[in-house]
């Protein structure tokens, strides 16, 4: 697998060369864009049933923010656009303490 970036435009995106049966992943793929270029893709989101299969010239965009393989069916190039780190929603708190927290034990700091 190779990456080489490329700058046209305002939008950030690079190109991702993957031999086949080779997976690509996204962890966050909020506002990302996949485009393949060359050969065949399979791209699949954590917790979606779809079956998305990408053919030369074809675009999937995800609003998500879910992790998201693209799997070679056959040696294949894609092109990841607007792939900057997105913001992953925190944990709700379910009243927990942390574990990384020292309980009080009745003394003020020094």
């Known amino acids: 697998m190779s990456t080489s970036p490329t700058k046209s435009g305002a939008t950030p995106r690079f190109h991702v060369s993957l031999p086949t049966r080779s997976v690509f992943a996204v962890p966050d793929g909020a506002g990302v864009g996949i485009e393949c270029r060359?050969?065949?893709?399979?791209v699949t989101l954590?917790?979606?049933?779809r079956d998305i299969v990408?053919?030369?010239g074809e675009r999937f965009e995800s609003t998500e923010h879910r992790r998201v393989l693209v799997s070679a069916l056959e040696p294949s190039c894609i092109t990841v656009s607007d792939a900057q780190p997105a913001a992953?929603?925190?944990?709700?708190?379910?009243?927990a303490r942390s574990p990384w927290r020292l309980l009080p034990h009745g003394?003020?700091?020094a």
Do not use: E, M, Y
Not at 38 to 42: A, D, F, L, T
Not at 46 to 49: F, G, H, N, Q, S
């Open 54 to 56: 990408l053919a030369p």
């Open 46 to 49: 954590d917790r979606d049933a």
């Open 88 to 95: 992953i929603p925190l944990a709700k708190r379910t009243g």
């Open 38 to 42: 060359s050969g065949s893709v399979w």
């Open 107 to 109: 003394l003020s700091p």
